[in-house]
């Protein structure tokens, strides 16, 4: 009676994340199939007009600045994420390894920084970017995502770092090993699953990112988000080119994310088991 409840739960767990996995990809199966059918037979369910197919949609995204803009979310979010890397994992080191004071509720002070509202950050740096001459410039943009993904990256590594164990620094310290010889050759080879899971998910912050890219850049510098507006008009609305870009803007993300899937895995139960 027990085996049968528990493949009866088995079933039942397998049968509602199918149904959620459906559901979940049903706009992304949908988005598909708009970007290969022709505008006056956009919204024709297709048994009614199954031969109606067109690659038009493509010539249009391609005559448009979303390719250029797509080149500016790869430069900006890449450029964002590696500086955040640079200066987030020593500063997560010197939190979790540091024997600082509060480093709890600087932790945590950190993440309620991510969580703060982005129009609480970007008119400051709107005012700022105004009088240095920083608008409508991909340097700029690659400063203003690093408020996003620098007080993530920091908090993960603290995570990551706080793992491993302190008597294996202070044996590494005892063999006359430097400071960045521990961090760079012990601490971090020990926390490749939560240096990758945070600079995917890091990076994932700010290629999805469309506000701060709306209100600091505009025309050639601005992210592919931002450029998806640019098909919709007073006149018309392009749906099949914009499920088209929707499409290109997430196919980067996908064998990215197949790759550091287990790093991410890994990061979330616990790398380093003390």
Do not use: H
Not at 141 to 156: D, N, Q
């Amino acid at each position: 009676m027990i085996d049968r409840r528990t493949g009866y739960r088995f079933a039942l767990g397998r049968l509602m994340m199918i149904v959620l996995l459906c559901f979940a990809l049903l706009p992304v199966l949908w988005s598909i199939v708009l970007t290969f059918r022709p505008k006056i037979s956009l919204f024709t369910p297709i048994w009614e007009a199954p031969l109606a197919w067109s690659l038009d949609n493509f010539g249009a995204l391609a005559r448009s600045d979303f390719p250029a803009a797509l080149i500016n979310s790869l430069i900006t979010a890449g450029g964002a994420t590696i500086l955040a890397l640079i200066v987030g994992i020593p500063a997560g080191f010197a939190l979790a390894k540091g024997g600082l004071r509060g480093t709890f509720q600087t932790s945590w002070a950190l993440l309620l920084l991510r969580m703060a509202p982005p129009i609480g950050i970007v008119l400051p740096l709107f005012l700022t970017y105004l009088n240095l001459g920083l608008l409508n410039t991909r340097v700029g943009l690659t400063f203003a995502y690093m408020s996003l993904t620098l007080p993530f990256v920091v908090w993960s590594m603290w995570t990551s770092f706080s793992q491993i164990p302190s008597e294996l620094i202070e044996a590494a310290a005892i063999d006359g090993a430097t400071l960045p010889q521990i961090l760079w050759k012990i601490v971090l080879p020990l926390s490749r699953p939560g240096v990758v899971a945070a600079a995917i998910l890091g990076f994932l912050l700010a290629w999805n990112d469309f506000f701060f890219a709306l209100i600091l850049t505009r025309g050639q510098t601005a992210t592919a988000p931002v450029a998806i507006m640019n098909f919709v008009s007073y006149a018309s609305v392009e749906w099949g080119a914009i499920a088209l870009a929707t499409i290109v803007l997430t196919l980067p993300i996908v064998p990215v994310i197949m790759f550091a899937n287990r790093y991410i895995v890994q990061s979330l139960g616990g790398a380093v088991k003390g």
